[in-house]
């Protein structure tokens, strides 16, 4: 039953299928095997997929991030992250990744933040003379922070599949987020002086002052979204709805830079993206009830630990495995599909399932730039013009740096655990 899952779920995928539709024939392919074909029963799984509270978040958190987008804030943003670095030699770089962290404390999607941030940096970095390939790989590489700083649509995710906290697994999330910023910019600093970028003029306190007023409400959105979670004021649920009605009086009513007729193309947006993931998500549970009927968590399982009891030696298996499926699977349906598999393992070696959760994000976000189906890496090239070839190559040193993060977080487990701790 193993073979049967592996084979059809990813034959399929490389016939072109989309997610989705190879999760639910992969469902029919393992009842045929199972002589239990009812398609009564994969409707109720896809059902009992989707009907969950906590999923609200999804839309709520798209819906906050496209309105700011549209209104300018991501632009404000910029600035006052200019205002911060941008007078370090390779400045705009430096601005790529702050800017991208900040905004990440918004939408909580790494496609969200990278065409935010990139539709803003790009046309600045061209003119003013950056290697376009570099840039662009760095705004790639920026740009899946988003779904590691809180909020995050996939810990979400991860959080109703796994039955874990998802506030705690926010938290989670903050220090590998910011490391991944540091170990960004760490690598950043070694291309801006092989490049010769100059340095520009330090602005002086007052100028980054008023770059702080102007972005001031759009900084604090994500003090509003995490302050009221932590303090336990409202969920990540009630967390989102609030953002989207902040998003919406900041845009329209304090910077009027949000007009009537973008509000459609912005609903419309947020309803396609929201339509995906959960019906993905649906198709993912029918899978997971088959799967596990199938017994196919026990099989993987044991192969596992056939190998190893080890805890350290399972985490480095799970982690070269997550890293190869990140290659050729979205993080949304691999979250899905290997969370409920996967969990049985490292809790049985006793790996705390919010820390697991945490790896398992942080790990599928590099699979989101690296081809042949990064679509982080996708929409970055797309919104530079450049050759996907030639910025695959100069993102090998932003991968490595996110890879050496992931292990570092992987066997520092504090790194992960002392914010949720904290809270307790």
Same mark, same amino acid.
Do not use: N
């Given at each position: 039953m193993l073979a049967v899952f592996l084979i059809s779920l990813f034959?399929?995928?490389?016939l072109g299928l989309p997610v989705g539709f190879t999760l639910i024939l992969t469902s029919v392919i393992m009842m045929l095997s199972l002589n239990t074909l009812s398609f009564e029963i994969i409707a109720q799984s896809m059902m009992r997929g989707i009907d969950n509270f906590p999923l609200l978040a999804i839309p709520f958190f798209m819906l906050a991030g496209e309105i700011m987008n549209?209104?300018?804030?991501?632009?404000?943003?910029?600035?006052? $992250?200019? #205002? =911060?670095?941008?007078?370090?030699? &390779? &400045? =705009?770089? /430096?601005?790529?990744?702050?800017? #991208?962290?900040?905004? $990440?404390?918004?939408?909580? #999607?790494? @496609?969200?933040?990278?065409?935010? @941030?990139g539709s803003v940096l790009l046309p600045i970095m061209k003119e003013e003379k950056y290697d376009m390939n570099k840039s662009t790989a760095l705004i790639a590489a920026a740009g899946t922070i988003g779904p590691v700083i809180p909020p995050s649509i996939p810990m979400i995710l991860y959080g109703v599949v796994a039955g874990e906290s998802i506030v705690k697994l926010f938290l989670g999330g903050v220090i590998p987020g910011i490391l991944i910023g540091l170990g960004l910019m760490f690598v950043?600093?070694?291309?801006?002086?092989?490049?010769? /970028?100059?340095?520009?003029?330090?602005? #002086?306190?007052?100028?980054?002052?008023?770059?702080?007023?102007?972005?001031?409400?759009?900084?604090?959105?994500?003090?509003?979204?995490?302050?009221? @979670? =932590?303090? &336990?004021? /409202?969920t990540p649920t009630e967390a989102a709805v609030i953002a989207v009605v902040y998003a919406l009086l900041v845009s329209g009513l304090i910077y009027r830079s949000l007009r009537l007729n973008q509000l459609l193309p912005i609903m419309v947006s947020t309803v396609r993206g929201t339509a995906m993931v959960l019906f993905v998500c649906g198709a993912a549970t029918a899978a997971g009830y088959l799967m596990t009927v199938a017994q196919v968590p026990k099989m993987l399982a044991g192969l596992l630990l056939s190998i190893s009891n080890n805890r350290y030696v399972i985490l480095f298996l799970v982690n070269i495995l997550l890293l190869?499926?990140?290659?050729?699977?979205d993080l949304t349906p691999a979250l899905l599909i290997l969370a409920p598999i996967l969990l049985p393992v490292v809790t049985h070696v006793g790996v705390d399932p919010l820390f697991f959760g945490v790896i398992m994000v942080v790990n599928l976000c590099i699979g989101l730039i690296t081809p042949p189906v990064g679509t982080v890496l996708f929409t970055a090239c797309g919104?530079?013009?450049?050759?996907?070839?030639?910025?695959?190559?100069?993102?090998?040193?932003?991968?490595? @740096?996110?890879?050496?993060v992931l292990f570092l977080i992987t066997y520092i487990p504090s790194l992960v655990m002392f914010i949720p701790q904290l809270s307790r």
């Open positions: 034959g399929l995928l490389l549209a209104g300018g804030l991501s632009g404000r943003i910029v600035s006052f $992250a200019k #205002s =911060l670095v941008g007078f370090l030699a &390779g &400045g =705009l770089g /430096y601005v790529a990744v702050v800017a #991208s962290m900040i905004f $990440a404390g918004i939408s909580g #999607s790494a @496609i969200a933040d990278t065409s935010a @941030i950043w600093y070694f291309i801006s002086k092989k490049e010769g /970028y100059k340095a520009s003029e330090r602005i #002086s306190l007052i100028q980054v002052w008023c770059s702080f007023k102007e972005a001031f409400w759009a900084l604090l959105l994500p003090v509003i979204i995490l302050g009221g @979670i =932590l303090a &336990g004021i /409202y190869l499926v990140g290659m050729v699977m919104l530079s013009k450049q050759k996907l070839s030639e910025v695959v190559r100069e993102l090998m040193p932003f991968i490595a @740096i996110m890879v050496a």
